[in-house]
C-alpha cells in the first residue's frame, strides 16, 4: 500500500532537491538545519539539462528525476527560494515523489521554464555529472 505525507502542520515543508543542493554538493550547508527523509524519484517523468548546474523542465517527459527530500522550516524555504531565484529564475511547484521504501511524499521542487545545457536522459544529475 502507498501512503502519501504531505505536512499540514504551519512552518514545515518538504523539498525535493536534484542537484548543488544534494549531500556531497556545494550548495547542501543550505539544508545543515534540515532533516532528511530519504531519496527518492519524482513521479512523473521530467526532463533533466545541465551546464555547471542542473535545470529541470516540467513540459518534456523523458525521465523520473533522482534527487533527496529535505525537511525544512520556514526560513530555510526562503533561503532556498532565494538561492534559486524564485519566482524570477526557477519556479518552485508541489509534485509527487517516490521514495526508495515505495511511500509517496509531496514535496516543493524548483523548476526552470525552457531547456538549458546539455540532455541528462537518465535524470539524475550525480550519475551524469561524473567524469569518465
Known amino acids: ?9 504551519e512552518g514545515r515543508h ?7 543542493l544534494r549531500k556531497g554538493s556545494w ?11 530519504g531519496k527518492g524519484r519524482t513521479r512523473k517523468r521530467y526532463a533533466l539539462y545541465a551546464d555547471s548546474v542542473p535545470y529541470v523542465v516540467k513540459d518534456e517527459a523523458v525521465a523520473q528525476i533522482a534527487g533527496e527530500v529535505y525537511e ?19 519556479e ?9 521504501d515505495g511511500s509517496d511524499v509531496i514535496a516543493w521542487m524548483y523548476f526552470y521554464p525552457k531547456p538549458r545545457g546539455k ?4 535524470g539524475d544529475f ?7
Open 27 to 37: 550548495n547542501h550547508s543550505l539544508l545543515r538545519t534540515s532533516r532528511c527523509v
Open 119 to 122: 540532455p541528462i536522459p537518465s
Open 14 to 20: 518538504f523539498v525535493f532537491v536534484y542537484g548543488t
Open 1 to 9: 500500500m502507498v501512503r502519501e505525507q504531505t505536512y499540514r502542520r
Open 72 to 90: 525544512v522550516n520556514d526560513s530555510t524555504l526562503k533561503r532556498l527560494d532565494r538561492l534559486e531565484r524564485h519566482p524570477d529564475w526557477f
Open 126 to 132: 550525480f550519475y551524469d555529472a561524473e567524469p569518465s
Open 92 to 100: 518552485r511547484e508541489l509534485i509527487a515523489v517516490v521514495l526508495e
